[in-house]
């Protein structure tokens, strides 16, 4: 599956990979939900995703890669973390966590309980086998890494992940395509104006100026008319 993404916001301070093992090994029905950084009505292919396990007794566990290695390097290696909303400053609930790491939970089915435990889940985030190769921003990235550990850890289905059905993945790809092809054709339009008139001129800086803006808009548009699967 074709997917696109960023990488989470995390300092280049050395990060180090989570410990393999938790103290809690206590197996319960758990909660899971995918979140992106992505906006209301916007596809959530293109943005950050991270999982959170919501054990139901206070302890909200969020797992996601990172494309900072341990020597604090970005965009080579990449890393996963590990955060306990409660160690967090400032967070009293799961609600808040949203609001502060400006996160949305994005549905496409919600996906069933599971039985696991916050030991379990740390050594299954160890195991992902991307763990430790190149952060690639289209086929090893964030949204890989977070299907890879519901899919291959837990189980769940290719059909409970949001956005990744055939035609959400299609309109996002169409929107990038013509997103670029306006702008081009944009910045075209400027070096003809340019050649005929001065680059310091007004109307030829702002065609450029409000080219990328102007495309991204447009592309937004056709993207709207797709039906978009997810719900915020």
């Known amino acids: 599956m ?12 050395p990060h180090i990979n989570p410990d393999a093992h938790h103290p809690d090994a206590n197996a319960r029905a758990t909660k899971v939900c995918i979140l992106g950084t992505c906006l209301p009505r916007m596809c959530p292919v293109q943005f950050h995703w991270a999982a959170a396990f919501d054990f139901q007794d206070g302890t909200v566990l969020i797992a996601e890669l990172t494309a900072v290695n341990g020597r604090g390097e970005a965009w080579n290696e990449n890393n996963y973390r590990i955060r306990d909303i409660r160690s967090l400053e400032g967070v009293q609930d799961f609600g808040e966590f949203q609001r502060r790491e400006k996160y949305r939970q994005l549905w496409h089915r919600d996906i069933p309980p599971i039985m696991t435990s916050p030991d379990e889940l740390h050594r299954k985030c160890s195991e992902n086998h991307m763990n430790g190769e190149y952060y690639d921003l289209f086929f090893n990235n964030c949204q890989k890494w977070v299907a890879t550990l519901l899919r291959d850890g837990y189980g769940i289905g290719e059909s409970y992940l949001p956005g990744r059905c055939g035609k959400d993945c299609q309109a996002c790809l169409l929107v990038s395509v013509v997103s670029v092809i306006l702008y081009l054709l944009f910045v075209f339009v400027y070096g003809v104006f340019s050649e005929k008139h001065r680059p310091e001129d007004p109307i030829a800086f702002l065609i450029y100026v409000v080219s990328l803006p102007a495309a991204s808009c447009l592309a937004f548009c056709a993207y709207h008319k797709c039906r978009n699967r997810t719900r915020q």
């Open 2 to 13: 074709f997917l696109t993404g960023r990488s989470s916001r995390v300092s280049l301070s």
